[in-house]
Structure formats: C-alpha cells, structure tokens
C-alpha cells in the first residue's frame, strides 16, 4: 500500500475479460481493511454523477468529497463515449486528485486511444501528463476469462451429446 502513501495512481489496462476490474477491486478490498478510505466508481456513472452535481450547482462539494479518498478506483475508461463536458468535468477531478491522493483506473483502451475517449486531445494529454506522472501501468494481454469459460462449458456439453450418441441412447 506505499503507492498509497505516495499518493501514485495504478492503471490497468487490457481487453475485456482479462480481470482488470477483479485487480482493482482487490486493492481497493486490500486499501480498505488498512483503513484507507476507498470508493469504486464506473467511470460512465462518475460522469453522470459529476455532471448532475455541476447542474444542480454542487460541483465543487462532489469534487470535494471525491478528493478526499485515499483510493478511487474507476472503472471502466472507454467502454462508453463522453462529450466535452464530461471529459472537462473529469479533468477537474483529476487535478484536484492529482499528488495527493490515488487513483486506480482500468481501461480497455491504450493510452493513445484516449484522445477519443475524453473527445479532445488537449483534456486527454492534461488528464494523461497527471495519471501518468506518478504511476505503476499494468498492461495485460490473453484470453477473456468469461469467453474461456463459455468455451469449456460448450465444449463439455458437445462431449455430452457426443457420448450420448455412441452409445445410441438417443
């Protein structure tokens, strides 16, 4: 937990299935029995979140309380688009996160694809120069777990029917 103490970030990247999500929740489960205040967000709801708080003029008591957790996992970068605003409103979080507190983010998306996840490259590259700046990035590669998973179960079904008709039981 000193990347905690460090207030650095850790980004996990990779394709869908591959336990980017189940990693982050682990540390934030790790970060929270060491009393380390933690709060998980999907990153399409943080923005929901952040821009109902800017409609309702309480953007900056939301930001506030966000900054304050020694641990915010978002999760999720890229699945869904964000407009401008959104992207600003993230922006926002982001600074005021930046080197005091921690951020974990999962992404199925490369860095150099960002551009398109936050719709302008100049609030991608400002959010990028801070998450990145004092960051752990794990790039993980394979297989879907779940789509591992689905194949297995298809595969012994197909065993199943295989065997039932050798032996001419149906």
């Not at 800017?54 to 999720?76: G, Q, S, T, V, W």
């Not at 991608?124 to 591992?148: F, M, P, W």
Request: aromatic share 10%.
């Amino acid at each position: 937990m000193r990347f905690l103490e460090n207030g650095e970030n850790v980004v996990f990247l990779g394709p869908p299935g591959v336990g980017k999500t189940h990693l982050a929740s682990a540390l934030g489960l790790v970060a929270a029995q060491h009393r380390f205040s933690t709060y998980y967000v999907n990153c399409h709801q943080l923005i929901e979140q952040l821009k109902k708080a800017h409609f309702e003029n309480r953007l900056p008591d939301k930001l506030r309380i966000l900054a304050k957790y020694r641990m915010l996992i978002i999760d999720e970068i890229g699945y869904l688009p964000m407009d401008i605003q959104g992207a600003n409103l993230f922006f926002q979080l982001i600074a005021r996160r930046y080197e005091k507190t921690s951020t974990v983010f999962t992404s199925n998306k490369t860095f150099s694809q960002w551009n398109e996840v936050f719709a302008d490259v100049t609030i991608a590259s400002a959010i990028l120069d801070r998450v990145l700046h004092h960051c752990t990035v794990i790039n993980i590669k394979g297989e879907s777990y779940r789509l591992k998973e689905r194949k297995e179960f298809m595969r012994q079904k197909q065993q199943i029917v295989n065997t039932l008709f050798q032996q001419g039981s149906i």
